[in-house]
């Protein structure tokens, strides 16, 4: 289908950060070795943890379930190499929780050859049947929210969808695997944009991606003119661009209603990274295993987008793509969101997207002195959701989350930061934001 470049396709408020993806955009994917262990968390995705299938010193070979779906909204796990199981403990994840996970030692003669499939005949699948598929492969969003994908793509019965939305627009700063994607797989996508169409019985697809990627624009343009009912757009490159109620305003006009999600309006929305590897997986049977993310920042010696198997350490990661120490922080995806982790025995999960080392000076501003609120509006002009985040801040600092909550629409707010991120006096206000509706969900339990 055709592309449409010529109407601004965008959203009002949002920032414009440095991009900072020279560094990697231009670096094709490569694969990184086994480390010697993988540390396997149980829960990689929202929803109800899988269960472990495997014991103590039970080997396994690499693509084996070695956890199951524990009820609807689960997805099993698949050992990511051949080896054997250690032991099952408790470990820091991104969360700054610990929770079980499967701890495997990798044989060093570990194969990447995946040794267990479950093929399936595609073709006139009924749309549960690819459902159930789907959730075979124990795939999530791999942009960073980790929700089972068949799920999404499972409409409820009294709701109507039209358009599945493609997200394409990686603007996190930093951030650069998706595009790599986008550039090296176009066939996979292409593939799974077709079969999450199936399932989810949309009629038509729309790919967004920020128009500083224009070859990846072009490329998917190019693969897409014979093929009905998908789309590519160049959207404007702007944060938060790739969050899904930005994203759909700027394609189709259209709003999610407060409290409401983006079926409510006729869409579902799933991440170009997510769509290529249910068109690399389905075909072939097999599950989730890997995934690409980019490892960035000043001190990393071998910057690049990495395939790296499911619970790699990210101290492994660091070692071989060469890290001269002295950093102050370790981000698991892009700046804007990504979560700090001190332990750098944290695994790569399937919602990992990035490793940012940040030193000083790019540490971000929650870590820097802070001011007092000089009511200088610019959070206000920044927010994508029209909140009034100086306010939201003041009665944080008060300790009147219930306030926040029923005055203030805390709820609203999806944390994107670009409030902190423009505030002169250094004000963590997301960081409140979170703390606030923690408490605030801790309470209502
Ligand atoms: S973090 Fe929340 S309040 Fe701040 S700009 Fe984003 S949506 Fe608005
Ligand atoms: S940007 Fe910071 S200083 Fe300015 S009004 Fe908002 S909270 Fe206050």
Request: aromatic share 4%; charged share 20%.
């Given at each position: 289908?055709?592309?449409?470049?010529?109407?601004?396709?965008?959203?009002s408020?949002?920032?414009?950060?440095?991009a900072?993806?020279?560094?990697?955009?231009?670096?094709?994917?490569?694969?990184?070795?086994?480390?010697?262990?993988?540390?396997?968390?149980?829960?990689?995705?929202?929803?109800?943890?899988?269960?472990?299938?495997?014991?103590?010193?039970?080997?396994?070979?690499?693509?084996?379930?070695?956890a199951?779906?524990?009820?609807?909204?689960?997805?099993?796990?698949?050992?990511?190499?051949?080896?054997?199981?250690?032991?099952?403990?408790?470990?820091?994840?991104?969360?700054g929780?610990?929770?079980?996970?499967?701890?495997?030692?990798?044989?060093?003669?570990?194969t990447?050859?995946?040794?267990?499939?479950?093929?399936?005949?595609?073709?006139?699948?009924?749309?549960?049947?690819?459902?159930?598929?789907?959730?075979?492969?124990?795939?999530?969003?791999?942009?960073?929210?980790?929700?089972?994908?068949?799920?999404?793509?499972?409409?409820?019965?009294?709701?109507?969808v039209?358009?599945?939305?493609?997200?394409?627009?990686?603007?996190?700063?930093?951030?650069?695997?998706?595009h790599r994607?986008?550039?090296?797989?176009?066939?996979?996508?292409?593939?799974?944009?077709?079969?999450?169409?199936?399932?989810?019985?949309?009629?038509?697809?729309?790919?967004?991606?920020?128009?500083?990627?224009?070859?990846?624009?072009?490329?998917?343009?190019?693969?897409?003119?014979?093929?009905?009912?998908?789309?590519?757009?160049?959207?404007?490159?702007?944060?938060?661009?790739?969050?899904?109620?930005?994203?759909?305003?700027?394609l189709?006009?259209?709003?999610?209603?407060?409290?409401?999600?983006p079926?409510?309006?006729?869409v579902?929305v799933?991440n170009?990274?997510?769509?290529?590897?249910?068109?690399?997986?389905?075909?072939?049977?097999?599950?989730?295993?890997?995934?690409?993310?980019?490892?960035?920042?000043?001190?990393?010696?071998?910057?690049?987008?990495?395939?790296?198997?499911?619970?790699?350490?990210?101290?492994?990661?660091?070692?071989?793509?060469?890290?001269?120490?002295?950093?102050?922080?370790?981000?698991?995806?892009?700046?804007?969101?990504?979560?700090?982790?001190?332990?750098?025995?944290?695994?790569?999960?399937?919602?990992?997207?990035?490793?940012?080392?940040?030193?000083?000076?790019?540490?971000?501003?929650e870590?820097?002195?802070?001011?007092?609120c000089?009511?200088?509006?610019?959070?206000?002009?920044?927010?994508?959701?029209?909140?009034?985040?100086?306010?939201?801040?003041?009665?944080?600092?008060?300790?009147?989350?219930?306030?926040?909550?029923?005055?203030?629409?805390?709820?609203?707010?999806?944390?994107?930061?670009?409030?902190?991120?423009?505030?002169?006096s250094?004000?963590?206000?997301?960081?409140?934001?979170?703390?606030?509706?923690?408490?605030?969900?801790?309470?209502?339990?």
């Open positions: 289908m055709a592309m449409s470049l010529f109407r601004r396709h965008s959203f408020h949002g920032v414009h950060p440095p900072h993806k020279d560094g990697t955009a231009q670096m094709p994917i490569r694969r990184l070795p086994f480390p010697p262990q993988l540390i396997l968390p149980l829960g990689q995705h929202i929803g109800a943890p899988a269960k472990a299938l495997v014991s103590k010193g039970q080997e396994v070979v690499r693509g084996q379930p070695i199951s779906a524990a009820g609807a909204v689960s997805v099993p796990l698949h050992a990511p190499a051949t080896g054997q199981v250690l032991r099952i403990e408790s470990v820091p994840t991104s969360r929780t610990r929770e079980p996970a499967i701890i495997l030692n990798v044989y060093e003669a570990s990447q050859e995946v040794l267990w499939q479950q093929p399936r005949h595609l073709d006139g699948m009924s749309r549960d049947a690819l459902l159930q598929a789907i959730q075979d492969t124990g795939l999530v969003g791999l942009g960073g929210a980790a929700f089972p994908s068949h799920i999404k793509l499972r409409i409820p019965d009294d709701k109507r039209d358009t599945l939305v493609i997200n394409g627009c990686e603007c996190e700063p930093y951030l650069t695997c998706d994607i986008m550039l090296e797989c176009p066939d996979d996508l292409i593939r799974g944009i077709q079969l999450a169409m199936q399932a989810s019985g949309t009629r038509q697809a729309i790919i967004g991606i920020e128009d500083n990627k224009m070859d990846a624009v072009n490329l998917l343009a190019e693969h897409l003119k014979d093929i009905p009912h998908i789309s590519v757009q160049a959207v404007e490159t702007k944060y938060p661009q790739g969050s899904e109620k930005m994203l759909i305003k700027s189709l006009d259209r709003e999610v209603p407060a409290g409401g999600i079926a409510d309006i006729g579902v799933n170009v990274g997510t769509m290529a590897a249910l068109g690399q997986l389905l075909p072939r049977g097999e599950g989730l295993i890997e995934r690409v993310i980019t490892v960035t920042g000043p001190g990393i010696e071998r910057q690049g987008n990495y395939r790296v198997p499911l619970g790699t350490p990210i101290g492994f990661i660091l070692e071989q793509a060469g890290y001269e120490g002295g950093a102050n922080e370790f981000i698991l995806g892009g700046p804007m969101m990504g979560p700090a982790v001190s332990s750098l025995d944290t695994p790569i999960t399937k919602g990992t997207s990035g490793l940012l080392v940040l030193n000083e000076p790019q540490v971000r501003k870590s820097r002195p802070r001011w007092a000089i009511k200088c509006g610019h959070c206000v002009s920044a927010c994508p959701m029209h909140l009034n985040p100086a306010w939201l801040g003041q009665l944080a600092a008060a300790g009147e989350y219930a306030r926040m909550s029923e005055s203030a629409n805390l709820e609203h707010c999806f944390e994107c930061g670009c409030c902190s991120y423009v505030c002169p250094n004000i963590p206000l997301v960081q409140y934001f979170r703390i606030a509706k923690a408490i605030n969900r801790e309470q209502a339990a």
